[in-house]
Each structure stands twice: as structure tokens, then as C-alpha cells.
């Protein structure tokens, strides 16, 4: 089993930074699994945001250029800076976990990924 915690959701204004923080612990081994971070508003379905997978990274348009996810070495947590936070990337957080994968693997899709922690909200005031 993995397990996952997020870490570093908070209230900020528009325009603002926040770092979220994914601990990855349980049966992981050494970067055998992609991290992806997803968001949620309420009505709406769990969204794909970031992804990394061994040292590929991949964004939706709408964080490419102020969100940047990223890893120290196989012990650290999994990170997505954010940078000049807009109130329309309101939304609980979460990470998710699955094995590494190749190109045929469906990342946008939140039921592709095996593995999820709790969520960790995020609101940004304009």
C-alpha cells in the first residue's frame, strides 16, 4: 500500500505564491511511481493538474508558466509551487500516486490513479 499526505493549503489573494507538499510513503520503492497533484470544486469533477512521471513533467494550459511541480531526490515529498495564484484555482488539492507509466497511460483521467491522499484546500481572493 502507498500512502499520501498534502500539505500547504492556505487562504491568499490573488497574486499570491503557495507551495503544496505530497508525502509519499508505504511499499513506493525508488521513483516507482508517478506523483500528479488533481483539484476539486464543489459540483465539478476532479481535474488534472501536474504530473510527474521518473523526470517528465506534465501541466494543464491553464498553470503552464506559474505552477511548477518538482522533486528533490526519492526521499522528499513531491511539490507544486504556485505561483501568481488566480481565484479561479480555488479547489481542494489532492495527490495521487499510480506506478510509472508510459505514453498510453490516460494522466488526465482522476480514475486512472491508484492511489490518493485526503485533499488540502486552497483559496485565493481576489
Known amino acids: 500500500q502507498v500512502q499520501l499526505v498534502e500539505s500547504g493549503g492556505a487562504s491568499v489573494q490573488a497574486g499570491d505564491s503557495l507551495k503544496l507538499s505530497c508525502t509519499v510513503s508505504?511499499?513506493?520503492?525508488?521513483?516507482?511511481?508517478?506523483v500528479g497533484w488533481f483539484r476539486q470544486t464543489p459540483g465539478k469533477e476532479r481535474e488534472f493538474v501536474s504530473a510527474l512521471n521518473w523526470n517528465e513533467r506534465y501541466y494543464i494550459d491553464s498553470v503552464k508558466g506559474r505552477f511548477t511541480i518538482s522533486r528533490d531526490n526519492v526521499k522528499s515529498p513531491v511539490y507544486l509551487q504556485m505561483n501568481t495564484l488566480k481565484p479561479e484555482d480555488t479547489a481542494v488539492y489532492y495527490c495521487?500516486?499510480?506506478?510509472?507509466?508510459?505514453?498510453?497511460?490516460?494522466?488526465?483521467?482522476?480514475?486512472?490513479?491508484?492511489?490518493w491522499g485526503q485533499g488540502t484546500q486552497v483559496i485565493v481572493s481576489s
Open positions: 495521487a500516486a499510480t506506478p510509472l507509466f508510459s505514453g498510453s497511460f490516460s494522466y488526465l483521467r482522476a480514475t486512472s490513479w491508484s492511489y
Open positions: 508505504g511499499r513506493t520503492g525508488r521513483y516507482d511511481y508517478a
